[in-house]
């Protein structure tokens, strides 16, 4: 597996800018020569799809909703960061780089990261001119919020739903290359594999989630952005439909999966209220802003709390234990989310938690409320607050918001190079899909700025050189007759059948929640050798299990839900296996993996930059065989490697 | 312990787009009230499953309310009886033990029944395709603070641009009319500055879709308010009104596209 990143020479503020200079151009009479797949309609795949069209490719785009408008980045609430440094507060491109190296706790690629922040001003002026109706001033100017893991005011953001407000930026702009007939839309269509010719990306095989009818697509090259993985969980902040089966699929196919260890455990979610629940939801950060977070000092008090018998308000401020105040007191609340989240972790473990379950924390406003009054906290979080009451009963605003940590982003993804190519060559990979830009953990407000980056101003460009490198001659040369696409559509029309035809007892969703349950327990918030090692014993028996026991109802054709959701699942839990060997093999503790065996006496991550500053990059080499692992080493030539300090 | 309900459903049952539909009756018990709607049809469909028939097919993704997808006509009003409120928000324990609830698909010609609850919305995305949106192409935005925007204005626009698209809109109102979809996205755009120079041939264009898809015209009775789970205001059809006037007019003298 070649794993080349291919990153530019020259001083880290130059690469990017001669990068592009470097790059091929495809003249513009070509354009239309061209066919580029783009699989999800988010953030980064609408985007890269509406700015390749505008540029004159033809594109196909493929979402598996009934529009482009309601891929996930939608429910993105709090922000996107930017270093405009309209705030005049010491912010700058080098910053934004630096303080996500170090969210990342130095487990991203320096250059790709510097490139981020590079572009980051660039994506606001663009949505600026798209429409998005960013939070103003009363001089009209854009107005700003500060985010977990930085001290400067760096976050633009439209209410409590910024990420829809900038994917209906994206799908306006995609909107109108459909209506122009640049772009042939596929609503409701599902990848189910990619075609390889000669080695190269050429095309992928996808199931009409209405007809039920498979088909064959061919590109001259295709773009996935198809999200994060962390509905392995079963319970996460995901929407339901988000699943790992492209970005499998295209790792069974010989792309390498880079960092599957590497997921986000949010701090701030409503807490676990029971066993039917089918997702967790997530209170935007920006809620730390001017929210607590404590819980009772002592576990006698908790427990009074959690049974009804005490009125958290009434308790008086010597038995509070601001816990990430205590810890951290340079950032407070605004710890990075890995850290809170385990600060969380430990509370509840100590006994000290609130919520009937005892897994949950307080986020309390009634300081705020005190010292800016109801209206300013209501303007500030109104949607929130009433997405609290709308799912808790409760009112925020009278009693403590209850949150705790749940599965939220997911860091790790196929691997890409600087032009986020993958391991298959003309197979690119954009936004939470590929494994770039965050290392270890993810700041908040930057998975927006990621997949707008990618999406408007990385990919348009690095595709379009990958089509100049392939040549004119070669443009829509490949056709759906090759016999590489009889062969992929056979294979995926086996399977279908396949999971049709076992006849068991034991539902998908059934399935899914035994595979969320071992990954929570064991490659969550902890992870040890010996949880990681019996997770892994575990699923191998959930997928024999699986593939002898399954039960789906309904056929191939037509809509079939349950269908839908045992390809899934069965992608997922062969994945999950993969999360648990890297965790296994990644004997040390960073951003938002923890190993049990690696920590500081003071219970913080561990890092063993000696040995582990690498990516761990996954090749598949068959069902029944152990994967192979190859390493990118991280090499840090900009940013000195220290411990990550938020005290 | 907290308190469960049991509950009889009567949900609408179709095989496909062109079958004849009816409605099932079924029952659920042990429902939680902090169950949301969504869960306990999911509850409703594994009870199907099991017993080796076909689950209730609806539409639904994010369930925290904003990606628009969920759908679903609750006692007869889309998205249940909570104000403000989509399906995948609403939670069980506005609903009480022994109570029978019918579930039905959004009801409009142009949203077609594809199964079950299921409806095909793509007439919503071809009218934004015909304008809703500003002409701007990757890169060539200016400095996002060169045009300062009052805030009362970003504030409208923001109250516009808040429709997730549901369709509930048109489900609720008898005519089927898609003006609060459509007026939420021309207010939003139009009042900008950056999409003034669009704004007349967007107007034109958008309720030429509209009109041409079969949404039916607006009687001002105002069910579309009522039912929207963002609280789209029907100052936004007055928008619509008057900008599409005001188009008419200008295209009468000066073709605008």
Not at chain 1, 298 to 327: C, H, M, S, V, W
Not at chain 1, 418 to 424: D, H, K, P
Not at chain 2, 183 to 210: C, Y
Request: aromatic share 8%; proline share 4%; charged share 25%.
């Amino acid at each position: 597996m070649n794993l080349d990143s291919k990153i530019p020479e020259g001083p880290l503020a130059e690469k990017w800018s001669s990068h592009k200079f470097n790059m091929k151009l495809v003249n513009p009479a070509n354009r239309r020569k061209y066919h580029v797949i783009v699989v999800g309609s988010g953030l980064a795949g609408g985007a890269a799809a509406a700015s390749l069209a505008e540029q004159g490719y033809k594109v196909s785009c493929f979402c598996y909703q009934d529009s482009p408008r309601r891929a996930h980045s939608i429910a993105a609430q709090g922000g996107i960061n930017a270093a405009k440094n309209y705030q005049n507060d010491g912010d700058s491109v080098q910053r934004l780089f630096y303080d996500t190296v170090k969210g990342g706790d130095y487990r991203s690629r320096e250059a790709n990261v510097y490139r981020l922040a590079e572009v980051s001003a660039d994506i606001i002026d663009q949505c600026v001119a798209n429409g998005v109706p960013f939070a103003r001033e009363y001089g009209g100017l854009l107005a700003n919020r500060s985010f977990g893991g930085a001290q400067v005011s760096r976050t633009f953001y439209a209410r409590g739903q910024t990420g829809q407000q900038l994917l209906l930026g994206a799908y306006a702009a995609l909107s109108r290359q459909i209506g122009l007939g640049n772009v042939k839309m596929h609503n409701r269509h599902e990848l189910l594999d990619v075609v390889k010719v000669e080695g190269h990306a050429k095309g992928i095989i996808v199931r009409n989630m209405v007809s039920g009818e498979v088909s064959r697509h061919a590109g001259d090259c295709v773009v996935l952005a198809t999200g994060g993985y962390g509905n392995v969980f079963f319970l996460s902040t995901n929407a339901q439909g988000c699943n790992v089966t492209a970005a499998y699929r295209a790792h069974k196919r010989g792309a390498g999966f880079a960092n599957p260890c590497y997921t986000q455990i949010h701090p701030t979610c409503i807490p676990v209220h029971g066993d039917k629940q089918s997702k967790l939801t997530l209170m935007s950060e920006s809620l730390r802003n001017d929210g607590r977070v404590w819980t009772p000092m002592d576990a006698e008090t908790a427990k009074q709390i959690r049974e009804g018998r005490l009125d958290p308000n009434q308790l008086p401020e010597a038995d509070r234990d601001y816990f990430l105040e205590r810890k951290y007191p340079s950032f407070g609340n605004l710890a990075p989310r890995d850290i809170s989240s385990r600060a969380a972790k430990e509370a509840c473990d100590e006994g000290r938690g609130v919520a009937a379950t005892g897994l949950g924390v307080f986020l309390d406003f009634r300081d705020a409320i005190k010292r800016d009054g109801q209206k300013a906290i209501e303007e500030r979080y109104g949607n929130l607050f009433e997405m609290y009451r709308c799912i808790t009963g409760d009112n925020p605003y009278e009693t403590p918001m209850m949150i705790f940590p749940a599965v939220h982003y997911t860091m790790g993804g196929l691997w890409v190079d600087y032009n986020l190519e993958s391991t298959i060559p003309g197979m690119f990979v954009g936004g939470e899909a590929n494994f770039s830009d965050h290392g270890a953990n993810r700041l908040g407000a930057s998975a927006l700025m990621q997949g707008l980056a990618d999406g408007y101003f990385v990919l348009p460009y690095t595709v379009g050189n990958y089509l100049g490198e392939q040549g004119v001659a070669a443009a829509g040369k490949v056709t759906t007759d090759h016999p590489a696409f009889a062969e992929v559509e056979a294979d995926v029309k086996a399977r279908i059948n396949k999971l049709l035809s076992i006849n068991g007892t034991e539902t998908p969703r059934s399935f899914h929640k035994r595979l969320g349950q071992i990954i929570w327990n064991q490659c969550g918030m902890a992870r040890s050798k010996e949880g990681l090692e019996g997770a892994i014993r575990d699923l191998q028996e959930l997928r024999k299990e699986f593939w002898s026991n399954l039960k789906v109802v309904g056929g191939a054709d037509g809509i079939n839900p349950e269908l839908e959701r045992a390809g899934r699942v069965a992608d997922f839990i062969e994945f999950g296996e993969l999360m648990c060997r890297d965790a296994l093999m990644r004997e040390e503790s960073c951003g938002g993996h923890f190993r049990v065996e690696h920590q500081t006496e003071e219970g913080e991550a561990l890092r063993d930059d000696e040995n582990y500053a690498f990516v761990g990059v996954w090749e598949y080499l068959g069902d029944d065989v152990e994967p192979n692992l190859h390493k990118e080493p991280l090499i840090y030539e900009n940013v000195k490697l220290a411990t990550r300090s938020y005290k | 312990m907290e308190k469960t309900m049991n509950l009889t459903l009567k949900v609408w049952r179709q095989t496909s787009a062109n079958a004849k539909g009816h409605f099932e009756t079924y029952k659920v018990e042990n429902i939680s009230g902090d169950s949301s709607f969504l869960e306990m049809m999911d509850i409703l469909s594994e009870q199907l499953v099991e017993a080796g028939k076909e689950p209730v097919a609806f539409d639904h993704d994010c369930r925290e309310g904003i990606c628009g997808m969920c759908s679903m006509t609750i006692n007869g009003i889309p998205h249940g009886p909570e104000k403000a409120t989509t399906t995948c928000q609403l939670h069980m324990r506005h609903f009480h033990d022994g109570q029978t609830i019918t579930i039905e698909p959004f009801r409009a010609k142009p949203f077609p029944v594809l199964k079950d609850l299921m409806v095909d919305r793509s007439a919503f995305d071809r009218i934004i395709q015909s304008g809703g949106f500003i002409t701007a192409r990757a890169g060539s935005g200016v400095d996002a603070n060169a045009i300062p925007i009052p805030k009362k204005t970003a504030d409208y626009a923001m109250d516009a641009a808040a429709c997730i698209g549901c369709g509930a809109c048109v489900a609720a109102c008898p005519n089927a009319s898609a003006m609060l979809f459509t007026g939420a996205k021309v207010s939003h755009m139009n009042s900008l500055p950056q999409g003034k120079a669009e704004k007349h041939r967007r107007a034109l264009a958008m309720v030429t879709t509209m009109d041409g898809e079969g949404f039916g015209g607006c009687t001002n009775i105002g069910e579309c308010e009522a039912a929207c789970p963002k609280s789209i205001s029907l100052d936004m059809i007055a928008q619509l009104n008057r900008d599409y006037a005001t188009a008419q007019v200008k295209n009468f003298f000066q073709p605008v596209s």
